[in-house]
């Protein structure tokens, strides 16, 4: 079992920085894969980024490539989300989620309850 609290988000201008952090209360969060999503209002929920138990790898989805970067840090058991030049587009629920590296929701098992991210123009 894991619990997942997600802190850091807020309100930003346009061309702004956040950092998102996910923290896991349980032993068993570096065998886990990590992942965040987001969903804004009336949309379905999206993937975000990804990254595997030992931090070797990650995955990013296209909208968000080149701006936001995952990571993690084992030892704090945390995943972070670095979004740097954000768009008010990129305004959402952000979720971290634990489970099986991948895109697709389905493929995690634990979720956090969310942080608001709202991006002004």
């Known amino acids: 079992q894991v619990q997942l609290v997600e802190s850091g988000g807020g309100l930003v201008q346009a061309g702004g920085s956040l950092r998102l952090s996910c923290a896991a209360l349980?032993?068993?969060?570096?065998?886990?894969?990590m992942g965040w999503f987001r969903q804004a209002p009336g949309k379905e929920r999206e993937f975000v980024a990804a990254i595997s138990w030992s931090g070797g790898s990650t995955g990013h989805a296209d909208s968000v490539k080149g701006r936001f970067t995952i990571s993690r840090d084992n030892a704090k058991n945390t995943v972070y989300l670095q979004m740097n030049s954000l768009k008010p587009e990129d305004t959402a629920v952000y979720y971290c989620?634990?489970?099986?590296?991948?895109?697709?929701?389905?493929?995690?098992?634990?979720w956090g309850q969310g942080t608001q991210v709202t991006v002004s123009s």
């Open positions: 989620a634990a489970g099986t590296r991948s895109a697709r929701a389905l493929q995690y098992d634990y």
């Open positions: 349980g032993r068993t969060f570096s065998s886990y894969d």
